[in-house]
């Protein structure tokens, strides 16, 4: 399978927990993107890199998150300190060089239970 | 970021064509206007965008108004697996996407 692939699927921990997920984006997609997306919403954008370097930062990114993008390849969301709001799913999404409006391929995403 | 308006939900019978409508009154020239759809329990995926043409692909129609405040995503022959939330995006040399709440689609047999 060669698209975005989201490790885990699943992930319930305690509030006050650290967790951290990874995202595989496809081969040679330099474009990498966070979303989040609570139930009855539409996903909202965290933060964007391209290659190694992080360009944009939403405000819902809280200085409890972390991501980062170490080689430009995969990518690492950390919330530390885990609060009952982090609930959400948390989708990444990747797209190829060129133009800033191509398509964005989305994985199939981290759920995220924090109780 | 210019903002799109859609009903929260349609209905249409299998293999009937459906009309998804939005509305983006205030637009500016240079925004692309882009659908995706999510599936249950998916990601969203890419359907088709366009500027000021209407246009076509494998899987939909995009028809957009001539002052462009509006533009139409036209499935021809709904499936059961069409039935997703549809989202109307507008874009510009922004790689962020700006989701509202889509219009959720509902496919009966």
């Known amino acids: 399978d060669t698209g975005v692939s989201q490790d885990p699927r699943h992930k319930i921990t305690k509030r006050g927990q650290n967790v951290t997920f990874r995202c595989d984006p496809i081969?040679?997609?330099?474009?990498l993107y966070w979303y989040r997306q609570t139930l009855g919403q539409g996903p909202e954008f965290l933060t964007y890199?391209?290659?190694?370097?992080?360009?944009?930062k939403s405000r819902l990114l809280s200085d409890r998150f972390s991501a980062e993008r170490p080689k430009g390849s995969f990518s690492t969301l950390e919330i530390q300190r885990t609060e009952q709001g982090d609930s959400a799913m948390y989708l990444c999404?990747?797209?190829?060089?060129?133009?800033?409006?191509?398509?964005?391929?989305f994985g199939p995403g981290t759920r995220l239970t924090v109780l | 970021d210019a903002k799109t308006t859609q009903p929260n939900s349609m209905e249409s019978n299998e293999e009937e064509p459906v009309h998804l409508p939005c509305n983006h009154s205030?637009?500016?020239?240079?925004?692309?206007i882009h659908w995706y759809r999510q599936l249950p329990s998916q990601g969203p995926e890419y359907v088709i965008h366009?500027?000021?043409s209407n246009v076509n692909n494998r899987m939909a129609s995009l028809a957009i108004a001539e002052d462009r405040k509006s533009s139409t995503l036209i499935l021809h022959r709904a499936t059961l697996r069409d039935a997703a939330v549809y989202y109307c995006?507008?874009?510009?040399?922004?790689?962020?996407?700006?989701f509202g709440t889509g219009t959720r689609l509902q496919v009966f047999p």
């Open positions: 366009g500027l000021t």
């Open positions: 081969s040679e997609h330099n474009r």
């Open positions: 999404a990747s797209s190829p060089p060129g133009l800033a409006g191509n398509e964005q391929f």
């Open positions: 995006i507008l874009r510009w040399d922004t790689d962020k996407l700006i």
């Open positions: 890199f391209q290659n190694e370097a992080q360009l944009e």
């Open positions: 205030t637009i500016s020239g240079t925004d692309y």
